[in-house]
């Protein structure tokens, strides 16, 4: 790591560094896309190789989330405490540790400790990720960077779902080849980071707030934000959000296949709608005015509901358009509420590492439930339709909940103790 006498002293979102940052971190994002992407598009061969079932498939899937429960808060305490140079270098050695451990798998059991190894690192990435935007980017920019950063889990995602059964199993002649193609693209990316990442001595001026030096022990730190009403509201959407999203993403190629696709079709139609969450993404929060958060928030929901249904009731070019605007229209809401977190009085720059750990573990129970249930209920009723209605059923039930979440003025200073 090399730090220089003028990156110290000017002050990080003034200083040209925090570019390099963002495109670092949009790597290692994409790398994290990349890995969780890479065992849905091969659910047929894995279940015939390892002599699985659908449910325990959809506890392979749920692994990692399921260990992102617990572990998110105290890496949110981590990344704030040590930085976020050791911390995400932290991160990505062990996601490309789970990359590869995946492909030695000789059962079940191994290959769910093999990606429930991705719950260890994949967190530090998600808490890390806002932390640094707070701090190396301020104001307008802090929004433009979380929309960049965000694109990045997606595109990895798609890439996996479109290149894992065109490109790496005929390359080399199995799934399991995803540990060592994927595993040399993470790897690259880890030295990468390792090298030119760096973290910053001098930090915003609202670290150094009273509020910023007030409950420095752990536990405090977790009681003073939960009170916050803002904060409860985004972990309940977070985790009825990302049972949805962890749902789809785990079984949409097979649903594809029930619908008369090939497994290479499913894998690059599934990879073409989750291209086009990069759009929405880039576009839809930079859209949405400060105030009118909320209400972006419940009119994406809407459409995203609808779209769920689809998924069930409609076949050919109106089931993939769908499929594309699910992945368009609701991707944005994961940036929509980070930002309304980032923002919310009691959190600031100091705290955005807890309070995205908070996030991600309420995020994650729904991340591990939701891909065990759809996988169940595939076993029980021989379809995905069924697990498919249940995940409409919990977006309408987000949609109330989303204009709840109050946005202070953007100038306006902490609250009260309670929040609001």
Request: net charge neutral.
């Amino acid at each position: 790591m090399i730090k220089t006498e003028t990156t110290s002293l000017i002050s990080p979102d003034k200083s040209s560094t925090r570019w390099l940052m963002l495109v670092l971190l949009w790597f290692l994002y994409f790398s994290f896309g990349m890995t969780i992407g890479s065992i849905a598009p091969l659910v047929s061969p894995i279940l015939a190789d390892l002599n699985m079932t659908s449910g325990q498939m959809g506890l392979v899937h749920g692994s990692w989330h399921f260990v992102y429960v617990f572990i998110a808060p105290p890496m949110g305490v981590l990344v704030d405490r040590f930085g976020i140079y050791k911390s995400l270098g932290l991160g990505i050695s062990v996601i490309l540790l789970s990359l590869v451990v995946r492909g030695l798998a000789v059962d079940f059991v191994t290959l769910t400790l093999a990606v429930g190894a991705f719950g260890f690192g994949g967190p530090i990435i998600s808490v890390g990720a806002p932390k640094l935007v707070s701090v190396w980017f301020s104001g307008r920019e802090r929004g433009l960077a979380i929309g960049i950063y965000a694109t990045a889990p997606g595109a990895g995602t798609a890439f996996a779902l479109a290149t894992a059964n065109s490109l790496v199993v005929p390359m080399t002649g199995s799934w399991r080849g995803i540990s060592l193609v994927y595993g040399v693209f993470v790897a690259v990316v880890a030295v990468a980071w390792w090298v030119l990442a760096r973290d910053h001595d001098s930090m915003p001026e609202q670290i150094h707030s009273p509020l910023a030096l007030e409950d420095t022990s752990s536990r405090s730190v977790f009681t003073s934000l939960f009170r916050l009403r803002n904060v409860r509201l985004i972990m309940i959407v977070a985790m009825g959000y990302f049972f949805v999203s962890s749902g789809l993403m785990s079984w949409v190629p097979s649903l594809l296949e029930e619908k008369g696709m090939t497994l290479t079709q499913a894998g690059w139609w599934t990879a073409a709608a989750t291209a086009f969450s990069t759009l929405g993404i880039l576009v839809i929060p930079g859209l949405v005015k400060h105030g009118y958060r909320g209400y972006a928030g419940m009119g994406l929901l809407i459409i995203g509901t609808i779209a769920v249904l689809g998924l069930v009731y409609l076949n050919g070019p109106p089931l993939i358009f769908s499929l594309i605007s699910l992945n368009l229209f609701t991707q944005p809401i994961l940036p929509l509420t980070m930002l309304m977190l980032m923002e919310t009085p009691g959190v600031g720059a100091v705290r955005m590492g807890v309070a995205a750990g908070l996030f991600f573990s309420a995020a994650e129970v729904g991340g591990f439930t939701g891909p065990l249930i759809m996988g169940l209920l595939r076993d029980a009723t021989d379809s995905l339709g069924p697990g498919v209605l249940m995940l409409a059923a919990i977006f309408a039930i987000l949609i109330p909940v989303m204009p709840f979440i109050r946005e202070s003025h953007p100038q306006r200073r902490p609250p009260s103790s309670d929040g609001f």
